[in-house]
């Protein structure tokens, strides 16, 4: 970013228009290597490390909102995954609520899922206690919501195969 003239605390105002391309590829790059690193901290039960890839994608998303506007639903979905793991359900949900505004069908219907299972979790107070009272409309989102995911599924699939007997 430097040779391309951009201080580390620049922002979408500082780009010059020549270099609009470059720069949207690189912070497009390094928001991509955060979330797979922030995976693997995860994965690995680091919290604290993928707390500081969520903040450090959250801070490149909020200094390039125009450059990054493509990816600001995959970077809430990050960011709710990392809330959904720490236990901070209601944060979870509010993340997985604003991927759900993606134009993207898959990330979508992943986001409208993970957004009620977080509804569901939050109404477990602790491990091993019974749910009461479950609303029925929340049952219907998520069957919905697995549905959606089925049938996504099944015609990535199909299309896969489609080109693979067409060979």
Sequence with gaps: MSRLGLAPTATDAAVDHTNIRD?????MLQLLLQEARQQLHLLSSDFSAARQD???SMELLARFPSLLASLESSVHLQAGLYAQAVGANSAALAHFSKAASS???HLQGCARCLAAVS??????PGAGAHRKGLS????????QCL???YVLAVSAWSSNNSVCLAA
């Design 103 to 105: 134009q993207d069908s």
């Design 136 to 143: 029925c409309s929340l049952v219907l989102s998520v069957l």
């Design 119 to 124: 509804c569901l979790a939050q109404d477990v």
């Design 23 to 27: 720069v949207r590829v690189l912070l």
């Design 147 to 149: 549905n959606q995911l």
């Design 54 to 56: 969520v903040a450090q």
